[in-house]
């Protein structure tokens, strides 16, 4: 995560009332949630006391923060980010690798990818390579972007539109969970910048009532449809765990499902 300091280290006591009032938590709530007093609360707000580092590990907990807003409100007080200072053992991390790629090779013959908070590609199986390329993906190193910007998986995607208003409703809830991610509001601004993106998102939508949005993707003769899960990693206090998603793209038809058998097993 890169750090802006004129977006990501605001005085603590303006990040702590920003959360607070983020979580719609009176000063006496956050008080009996963090088990803190609430003079003690005020007197953080009010710049009256600097806070401890286990303060600041009982306020974030109460208040639910994402790791990586964690690290920026500890550095907002002067100390070190948390995650710099809980770095992964060798072990831990060929576990956390060795789950990703189990999760990826395991759902072959279908698409699968392990992404960052704003949709870099970390891995893909063979299935989502060699899907992309057939849809016609550039190479990009992020799948937002290649979805949204002009080209040839772009002209493929006969729901384009849909889609990209979906995606993008994705990003704006990544930009609203941690609102101190200076790469991420930079980001954004650069999907919305995209030829054609500020038009989708000003359009009225057609109004489908279809429980989840199926992303209909034209390739040769074939008409495909997929819809995707993301996972997440449980109970992650590190930014960098945290920043990981895996999302898998099933087909929503048999068709489909038939097409991948034939081409991808």
């Known amino acids: 995560m890169h750090i802006n300091?004129?977006?990501?280290?605001?005085?603590?006591?303006?990040?702590?009332?920003?959360?607070?009032?983020?979580?719609?938590?009176?000063?006496?709530?956050?008080?009996?949630?963090?088990?803190?007093s609430q003079r003690h609360i005020s007197f953080l707000e009010?710049?009256?006391?600097?806070?401890?580092?286990?303060?600041?590990?009982?306020?974030?907990?109460?208040?639910?923060?994402?790791?990586?807003?964690?690290?920026?409100?500890?550095?907002s007080a002067g100390f070190a980010a948390?995650?710099?200072?809980?770095?992964?053992?060798?072990?831990?991390?060929?576990?956390?690798?060795?789950s990703i790629d189990h999760v990826l090779q395991g759902h072959a013959p279908y698409p699968a990818v392990s992404i960052d908070r704003i949709w870099t590609l970390v891995k893909a199986n063979a299935p989502a390579q060699k899907f992309f390329a057939l849809a016609g993906a550039r190479g990009d190193s992020n799948l937002m972007r290649e979805i949204l910007s002009p080209g040839k998986l772009r002209d493929n995607i006969l729901n384009w539109e849909d889609t990209a208003r979906s995606l993008l409703r994705l990003m704006?809830?990544?930009?609203?969970?941690r609102p101190h991610d200076a790469e991420a509001h930079a980001?954004?601004?650069?999907?919305?910048?995209?030829?054609?993106?500020?038009?989708?998102?000003?359009?009225?939508?057609?109004?489908?009532?279809?429980?989840?949005?199926?992303?209909?993707i034209r390739i040769g003769e074939a008409?495909?449809?997929?819809?995707?899960?993301?996972a997440t990693v449980g109970m992650s206090a590190d930014a960098k765990l945290d920043d990981l998603r895996i999302e898998t793209l099933l087909p929503a038809n048999d068709a489909t499902r038939a097409w991948f058998d034939r081409h991808f097993t």
């Open 187 to 216: 980001f954004h601004a650069e999907l919305l910048a995209l030829d054609g993106v500020q038009q989708v998102m000003g359009a009225p939508t057609n109004g489908s009532n279809a429980p989840v949005l199926a992303v209909k």
């Open 46 to 75: 009010t710049g009256r006391s600097r806070p401890s580092r286990f303060a600041i590990s009982q306020l974030a907990e109460a208040l639910e923060m994402p790791a990586a807003e964690v690290d920026a409100m500890f550095l």
């Open 5 to 36: 300091p004129n977006l990501s280290n605001p005085a603590f006591p303006v990040f702590l009332k920003t959360w607070r009032t983020r979580r719609r938590l009176s000063q006496l709530e956050l008080s009996l949630q963090s088990g803190m």
């Open 223 to 230: 008409l495909l449809e997929l819809f995707s899960l993301i």
């Open 172 to 177: 704006e809830l990544e930009v609203a969970r």
């Open 82 to 98: 948390r995650s710099s200072r809980e770095a992964w053992d060798e072990q831990t991390q060929r576990a956390i690798d060795a």
